[in-house]
């Protein structure tokens, strides 16, 4: 896709001049050495390696930056979410980094983005922190060993995750910084010590690059079935992508971040950064099996430090409690990454409010208007000041990783669904019964069912009942799943009060969505206010 920067094995090209060690794609062993030495982290009771990332346990979204320049400007969809900044700035924050550089030991993995060999993106990522230069080897595809010696790296992320800005001398917005140069192709990340700055970084370069040459990059897990059906699963945080996809019976490509080209589904990545807070080896053995092993990292897990056992339902460090770990780790993985053309798409999302269905298959217009609004909900006690139910759009799913606007992504779903006939769902893993607080969060083991009869065709010739609020396909009946929790309505004690609750959240898809209607149809546009 771009072509080379500096040849293997050769820092000078990126301006550094090092008088420390410089350690060159390392595996776990040393790494987990060099961490340990260090006092950056623990060995815990399985082998895995835990760590504290401070008072950063999550994305800093409002410290992100997007160099403004020439190349890219106009291809950037600009405002709250990809920023401006410029070139002086970006010039002194680098000027910083490579001067913290000088007299550290620093650890180097290059590193592949993309199973596809077409459309795969050589990185380099250099850090001072042998930690996160596991986790970028964890989360990344590693060139076989002979590769390595003519590796070129097409985008470099240099990571300083304790040197810390000065917003009042270097123009950001606190001490953290994650600011991308699409001209010099490099990204600059420092101040914090949450590795999945590391990885979405270099997940919105693969979503800026990759539609320029007809792919759509997707916030999303993917797996395939013994048929070659492959299903894609797009969702935010705490919907259950990752679990869902995680599926015995049908093999893992990916479990966050994929490619759709007129081959098929491919994945970006070589491993999975799975959420464990209150994870249960009952209902998720596969990650829960992770957490034991030597090469996973563990982040603000709680641990008893005399047995070094875990206690993943202790959230006192942060909710966000994190694992990554080679895709391998997972029993049924697809080796190769890659899966053909979608049968199945599914969209994943946690309604607090508990109106939307469990299950309800959309139309292509419907899947369109779906994608744009990419609703969840929060909960109470997941974030400061909220007490009830609070509706989350991210366009996407994923607004934060979207460098351009989404109506590209958006347009390209839509061809793509055209042209393949992929059917698509929309799956509640929320409430039912009523709101937080009052109702109960579906039950994982219905939603496996329900997930599976959709990929597995299994409601293919099932009747289907419209939502009255959302005009949603609703299946009349599903393998393993009572039918009474099919219809939400019918769930509620109180009728009108569901009807109550159900309008004022297709009030607020209404609202959020005026900001989408002139960059889509008429019929896409009409899609989510259906009424009977």
């Not at 040459?213 to 059906?229: F, K, Q, T, W």
């Not at 958006?410 to 061809?415: I, Q, S």
Request: charged residues 20%; aromatic residues 10%; glycine residues 10%.
């Amino acid at each position: 896709m771009l072509a080379s920067q500096a040849s293997s094995k050769d820092l000078s090209a990126h301006g550094i001049v090092n008088s420390g060690s410089v350690h060159w794609n390392l595996g776990a062993e040393p790494l987990y050495e060099n961490t340990i030495a260090n006092g950056l982290g623990t060995i815990t009771a399985g082998g895995a390696l835990r760590v504290e990332t401070g008072k950063f346990t999550g994305r800093s979204p409002n410290d992100k930056f997007i160099v403004d320049e020439p190349s890219s400007t106009g291809d950037i969809w600009w405002g709250s979410v990809n920023r401006p900044t410029t070139l002086e700035i970006y010039e002194r924050l680098k000027a910083k980094i490579l001067a913290y550089y000088q007299s550290r030991d620093l650890f180097v993995q290059d590193l592949y983005a993309g199973a596809a060999v077409d459309h795969r993106l050589n990185v380099r990522v250099i850090s001072d922190s042998p930690w996160h230069a596991l986790f970028a080897r964890n989360m990344f595809i590693r060139p076989a060993r002979e590769d390595l010696a003519a590796f070129d790296p097409q985008f470099t992320v240099l990571h300083a995750p304790l040197l810390h800005a000065d917003p009042a001398v270097d123009g950001t917005n606190s001490e953290v910084f994650i600011v991308v140069n699409f001209a010099e192709r490099t990204v600059l990340v420092g101040g914090s010590r949450y590795a999945g700055e590391i990885k979405k970084s270099i997940f919105s370069i693969m979503n800026y690059l990759l539609p320029a040459h007809d792919v759509l990059p997707m916030h999303c897990s993917a797996n395939i079935g013994d048929a070659g059906d492959t299903a894609i699963f797009f969702g935010l945080s705490g919907t259950g992508k990752t679990t869902l996809s995680a599926d015995g019976t049908r093999r893992l490509i990916g479990d966050d971040e994929h490619g759709w080209s007129d081959q098929g589904v491919f994945n970006f990545e070589g491993g999975c950064y799975a959420k464990v807070i209150n994870l249960s080896e009952k209902m998720e053995p596969e990650i829960y099996a992770t957490t034991q092993r030597f090469g996973t990292i563990l982040e603000n897990v709680v641990y008893d430090e005399e047995t070094r056992g875990l206690d993943l339902d202790d959230g006192s460090l942060a909710e966000n409690t994190r694992a990554s770990y080679p895709i391998d780790f997972i029993p049924n993985i697809e080796p190769s990454g890659m899966g053909g053309q979608p049968t199945n798409i599914v969209m994943l999302t946690a309604d607090a409010f508990g109106v939307l269905p469990p299950i309800s298959e959309l139309t292509p217009e419907q899947a369109m208007y779906h994608f744009l609004s990419g609703y969840t909900a929060r909960v109470a006690g997941t974030e400061r000041g909220v007490t009830e139910p609070k509706a989350t759009f991210s366009t996407c799913f994923g607004a934060p990783f979207m460098p351009r606007h989404p109506s590209v992504y958006a347009k390209m779903l839509g061809e793509k669904m055209a042209k393949t006939g992929a059917k698509c769902w929309l799956v509640n893993t929320g409430w039912s019964g009523g709101s937080y607080g009052t109702g109960q969060r579906m039950r994982i083991d219905y939603t496996r069912a329900m997930v599976r009869a959709a990929v597995e065709g299994k409601l293919a010739s099932v009747a289907r009942v419209q939502d009255p609020n959302f005009g949603l396909l609703i299946p009349d009946q599903v393998p393993e799943v009572p039918a009474d929790v099919l219809r939400p309505r019918e769930t509620w004690t109180d009728g009108k009060a569901y009807d109550s609750v159900a309008g004022d959240l297709r009030g607020m898809f209404e609202d959020n969505f005026k900001q989408f209607e002139g960059h889509v149809t008429d019929d896409v546009k009409k899609a989510g206010i259906y009424a009977a």
